[in-house]
């Protein structure tokens, strides 16, 4: 889908919002009809929950086999609620502050079903959000310890690389561009970090590169990381110092809150935090926080800019 055609949605009545949703169902929806699913059952579709929970980090892609066909499904392995699974959902409930019975009931089945990141919540087997919700020991008031997490190794952009710049890939609407930059200059505003965008025609009559590249991407885009339409997985952006931000094209994009639609802005300050070193936080208010529902604008939390300057030793 061109990019021009997905800002026609900024324009669309409420009624079209609708219409568009029940078109193009979540590539998520298949949760439904596996609700209420436990350990010894097997529901036919049950590979895609595995596969949902690999792709997220919950089931070790080493030991998930790549489903190639729903032939003989009773028989497969991978069509049965077994303990891995199990394992995974209540790891995926500990994460979102669920009850975790390790059954797909429906507060899990509606967890799991909101548009979300694309960057896994669990990194190398560990469940880093997890691990941040346990309490601070020997505090009076028993405050939380905070939940922002780094990326394995804890990579980030060098003591000397503090203005960073960025350039839009071809094609890119100017309201797109305008929203991404606009939650570049939120993080500024809260990290010692600057960031200027490069214009196209600029970058080309100049040796210099951009730090950090963003585009908008249909579906297998050739990084590996193939998208899945509208209401699945937003966007995705690499740890330090790689610099690289796609976005969904097939989403419903809006600039501010819009039914129906998500809102491009707050998906970007999510993206940028991961490019800045971030990993998934499991506050719900934190923007880090990995999924977000239509019609809904966050902005940067306390716990986020807590995470960036530890991250990088600033005041």
Not at 7 to 25: D, K, N, R, T, V
Not at 178 to 189: E, G, P, T
Not at 289 to 314: A, C, N, W
Request: glycine content about 6%.
């Amino acid at each position: 889908m061109a990019l021009a055609v997905i800002f026609q949605y900024l324009i669309s009545c409420i009624l079209l919002s609708a219409l568009f949703s029940e078109a193009h169902p979540s590539p998520f929806e298949f949760l439904k009809n596996l609700q209420g699913s436990q350990k010894g059952d097997k529901p036919q579709g049950l590979h895609q929950l595995k596969n949902y929970l690999t792709k997220f980090g919950y089931i070790n892609s080493n030991i998930q086999p790549n489903v190639q066909s729903l032939e003989s499904e009773s028989n497969n392995v991978d069509h049965i609620f077994d303990e891995t699974l199990e394992a995974a959902i209540k790891t995926y409930q500990l994460n979102y502050h669920l009850k975790p019975t390790g059954i797909l009931d429906a507060k899990t089945v509606s967890s799991m079903m909101l548009p979300r990141c694309g960057v896994s919540d669990i990194t190398n087997g560990h469940s880093r959000m997890r691990a941040a919700r346990k309490r601070a020991p020997h505090h009076r008031h028993h405050h939380t310890v905070s939940h922002y997490k780094f990326f394995s190794g804890s990579p980030k952009w060098p003591a000397f690389k503090t203005n960073l710049s960025y350039k839009f890939e071809n094609n890119t609407p100017a309201d797109a561009a305008s929203a991404i930059s606009r939650a570049f200059d939120k993080w500024a505003s809260a990290t010692h970090f600057t960031f200027t965008r490069i214009e196209n025609d600029t970058l080309a009559s100049s040796s210099s590169t951009s730090d950090i590249t963003i585009g908008f991407h249909c579906r297998d885009h050739g990084d590996g990381f193939p998208f899945d339409g509208p209401y699945g997985v937003l966007g995705h952006a690499s740890p330090p110092t790689r610099g690289s931000l796609h976005l969904d094209a097939d989403e419903p994009w809006s600039i501010g809150p819009m039914a129906g639609h998500i809102d491009l802005e707050t998906v970007a300050l999510h993206e940028i935090g991961h490019l800045l070193g971030l990993e998934h936080s499991s506050v719900e208010g934190a923007i880090m926080f990995p999924s977000v529902s239509d019609d809904m604008t966050k902005d940067l939390h306390g716990d986020d800019v807590q995470g960036i300057r530890e991250l990088y030793r600033t005041t």
